[in-house]
């Protein structure tokens, strides 16, 4: 076993512990999960299982105590709130309307400038999916993915700590896409930017669903059920501008 | 489900939590940027908690499973669809490990490294990085114990081989020189 002992000096995390902030961001989680998990025990309610539904993606902010962590998923109850609550087609929100859900992402603590104030126009983006309300913020300098399930605690995502340059006319590109879960609790996520003159985006997955994006502020963004956000030619893009509709598999953008 | 139950799987999360958040971060590490595996690691401890139940005495194997799905699936800016592979100590960070393989090993070991199939550097890694035995490995690949075997048998035989240029490589030099002088 020689050869394997050697390898032990390429390790890149070898002889790491968890640093005291580590271990502060890991068990506020571990709290935040009991407590979600609580929560879903009370709401017995849950989808058929035959069914398959998904969550927006996600990020969860930390408690400010222990500064800033970002989670990649909703906690539990909320998850099942959002994923027996999706809509093919997001219903649009003004910077006014999702004030309460933007202070409490920006609570989170999450993006480069956590201290920046916050006002309706700082809502680059904002869309409801049933009980799911996801947010694009502007943080400062930065921008952050916000998603929060009936005014409860948001999770949210750090997309970009300055001005990001715009696609070219008429295109899109994508800044961020992923799946998170397993099986039916899975659910997958795109943010991406759009260029001039771009009005609106869909998403064909491979399963013929046809999900309807957000575009405003200069991004595009949705969340549906399914693994397809972490797969290889599951999604292809369909780009609607003012001189016609571009189609593109999601690889390419 | 009575409160008492609640307490139970409360208890039990925490415990596992506990036990094995160190390897898991550092599992992590290994093979996303530093930045990205706070994040991974939340993921799985989240899916560790909705699936509690099938989590196995033995979790370690079972949380490293769901992390390696978890990286295979968050497609950011770092994997763009690039191989989950697993990452080295970078020339600017200190090398860790018991001071047994002076530099220019670590330079032969570093190319030979590179030089392998993702595919063998996770099997190599998952035992020489993570410790896990023949079959906690292969619970984190979803494989026979015996098909983890053979594979780990196949990867170091690449490894040697990979190895032996830089170890002739002297010899050969020796050999040039006599023609030169």
Not at chain 1, 205 to 226: H, K, Y
Not at chain 2, 58 to 72: G, I, K, S
Not at chain 2, 82 to 94: C, G, M
Request: some cysteine; charged content about 25%.
């Amino acid at each position: 076993m020689k050869d394997l002992e050697q390898l032990a000096a390429l390790d890149p995390a070898g002889g790491h512990e968890p640093t005291p902030a580590e271990w502060a961001r890991a068990n506020a989680l571990v709290d935040r999960i009991v407590e979600g998990g609580a929560t879903a025990h009370a709401a017995p309610a849950r989808r058929p299982a035959t069914r398959r539904w998904a969550v927006g993606l996600v990020a969860a902010g930390a408690a400010a105590v222990v500064g800033a962590v970002t989670v990649p998923s909703l906690l539990p109850g909320s998850m099942d709130r959002a994923l027996a609550s999706w809509t093919p087609v997001p219903g649009s929100l003004t910077g006014e309307q999702v004030m309460p859900q933007a202070r409490r992402c920006a609570e989170s603590g999450v993006g480069s400038d956590p201290a920046a104030p916050v006002s309706p126009s700082d809502v680059l983006l904002a869309e409801q999916r049933g009980a799911a309300t996801l947010l694009i913020q502007q943080r400062g300098a930065g921008v952050i993915e916000c998603m929060s399930v009936d005014g409860g605690r948001p999770a949210a995502l750090a997309l970009a700590d300055g001005p990001l340059p715009p696609p070219a006319a008429g295109t899109v590109n994508v800044e961020t896409r992923s799946s998170v879960g397993d099986g039916d609790d899975q659910y997958s996520n795109v943010v991406g930017l759009v260029g001039p003159s771009v009005t609106g985006v869909d998403l064909v997955l491979a399963d013929g669903r046809t999900v309807q994006t957000s575009t405003r502020g200069g991004w595009w963004a949705a969340w549906w059920p399914g693994p397809e956000g972490g797969e290889i030619g599951s999604i292809t893009v369909l780009v609607h501008h003012t001189a016609g509709t571009s189609t593109h598999r999601i690889e390419d953008l | 489900m009575s409160s008492g139950d609640d307490g139970a799987r409360e208890r039990r999360f925490r415990g596992v939590h506990a036990a094995t958040y160190p390897d898991l971060l550092r599992f992590v590490q290994r093979r996303v940027p530093p930045s990205e595996a706070e994040d991974i690691v939340s993921t799985v401890f989240l899916t560790a908690w909705r699936r509690l139940d099938d989590v196995p005495e033995d979790a370690r194997p079972w949380l490293f499973a769901v992390a390696r799905r978890t990286m295979a699936n968050q497609t950011r800016s770092w994997l763009r669809r690039q191989a989950l592979d697993v990452r080295l100590v970078a020339q600017d960070e200190p090398a860790y490990g018991d001071g047994t393989v002076d530099a220019a090993a670590r330079i032969d070991l570093d190319r030979a490294w590179r030089s392998l199939r993702p595919d063998d550097r996770e099997v190599l890694a998952l035992v020489a990085f993570d410790g896990l035995t023949a079959g906690q490995a292969a619970t984190v690949l979803g494989c026979r114990r015996s098909t983890f075997v053979m594979r780990l048998s196949r990867a170091r035989e690449r490894l040697r081989a990979a190895l032996e240029p830089a170890a002739v490589r002297p010899h050969a030099l020796a050999v040039l020189k006599e023609q030169q002088s």
